[in-house]
């Protein structure tokens, strides 16, 4: 059964660090672009950031350029997301997807994590 599990998420005071972690069993995912969404109470889904299946393009929602780095290791088939300078709107369910090359919509997406980032 092809999944993606994500982990890393928690409490943590604004200014802090988190970084989650997206496994994917089940399939590969080398051929899939990769890419972190989150969702806050009352709101829409979100794009975060995205990262090309050879891993050499990245792509940031301004909210989150410069703070948060995301990256993939395809030998552990793995995804990360590295939050730095977390602020109380950082807030949400964070949820890894994973879109196969060629793909306009996503194949694959996690049941999500809880960040919590306090004032």
């Not at 109470?41 to 995205?50: D, H, L, M, Q, W």
């Amino acid at each position: 059964q092809a999944q993606l599990v994500e982990s890393g998420g928690g409490l943590v005071q604004a200014g802090g660090s988190l970084r989650l972690s997206c496994a994917a069993s089940g399939f590969t995912i080398t051929s899939y672009h990769m890419s972190w969404y989150r969702q806050a109470p009352g709101n829409e889904r979100e794009f975060v950031a995205t990262i090309s299946w050879k891993g050499n393009d990245t792509a940031y929602a301004d909210s989150v350029k410069g703070r948060f780095t995301i990256s993939r290791d395809n030998a552990k088939n793995t995804m990360s997301l590295q939050m730095n300078s977390l602020k109380p709107e950082d807030t949400g369910i964070y949820y890894c997807a994973g879109r196969r090359r060629f793909m306009t919509s996503y194949q694959y997406w996690g049941q999500g994590t809880q960040v919590t980032v306090s004032s």
